[in-house]
């Protein structure tokens, strides 16, 4: 089944405290995204990936790192949590083709006190 | 800057149509998207535009006009279970500047009985 599939699906953290969401996809797809979801807000770009090595900042990268060392895999990482990261996250994938849709992940609801 | 415009707010009785509206004005232009959210989960593919005009798929169709920087949703024979957020996103170009997907801030639609 095509999917994109992220862990943990809720974390509760300090401040300060480094943390790694992780993203996985099984269909080969180029680009990868993440996002974070805030009310009225809406969806915002944090970083971007077009392929293997390159990445890219979004919107609103401040507070965050990515790697993507593998075609699969593109981990968000925050280095020192802070309470305005406090958000619900998602990671994103589609083909770098026309007209193909995104595939989301289930989200990362994050709190941080 | 990128610039994606629509309702925050719409509401509707089960059984009617339902237009949601999406006024966008962004730096290269390769396809708009709508995609469905329910509260607290992952945004799902609903219809994608690339050239002017209508694309209908089942009750859900989309229009889009490339020289008014416009597009709409429409919905009909409307169901409860259409009760959702309702996301336009736009994607800037693809190969140089990364296939960037920008979203709107979503219609919060709800139905009633």
């Known amino acids: 089944e095509a999917q994109v599939t992220q862990n943990p699906r809720y974390l509760i953290t300090v401040t300060g405290k480094k943390l790694t969401v992780t993203c996985s996809q099984n269909?080969?797809?180029?680009?990868m995204s993440w996002y974070r979801q805030d009310p009225g807000l809406g969806l915002r770009q944090i970083y971007y990936s077009m392929n293997v090595e390159v990445t890219d900042k979004g919107d609103v990268p401040e507070g965050y790192k990515v790697s993507r060392k593998e075609k699969r895999n593109f981990p968000l990482i925050l280095e020192s949590p802070s309470p305005n990261q406090t958000s619900l996250y998602f990671c994103a994938s589609h083909q770098d083709s026309m007209n193909t849709e995104a595939f989301f992940g289930q989200g990362t609801r994050l709190t941080v006190v | 800057g990128q610039n994606i415009d629509q309702p925050t707010e719409m509401t509707a009785t089960e059984g009617a149509i339902v237009q949601i509206n999406c006024t966008y004005q962004?730096?290269?232009?390769?396809?708009l998207f709508w995609y469905q959210q329910h509260a607290g989960e992952a945004p799902t593919f609903l219809s994608y535009?690339?050239?002017?005009g209508l694309e209908e798929k089942g009750r859900f169709s989309s229009f889009l006009s490339r020289s008014k920087g416009y597009s709409y949703l429409l919905l009909k024979e409307l169901q409860m279970k259409d009760s959702a957020s309702y996301l336009c996103a736009v994607e800037c170009e693809r190969g140089s500047t990364l296939g960037r997907l920008y979203f709107g801030r979503g219609t919060q639609l709800t139905v009633w009985p």
């Open positions: 962004t730096s290269g232009f390769n396809g």
């Open positions: 269909m080969n797809h180029e680009y």
């Open positions: 535009n690339v050239l002017d």
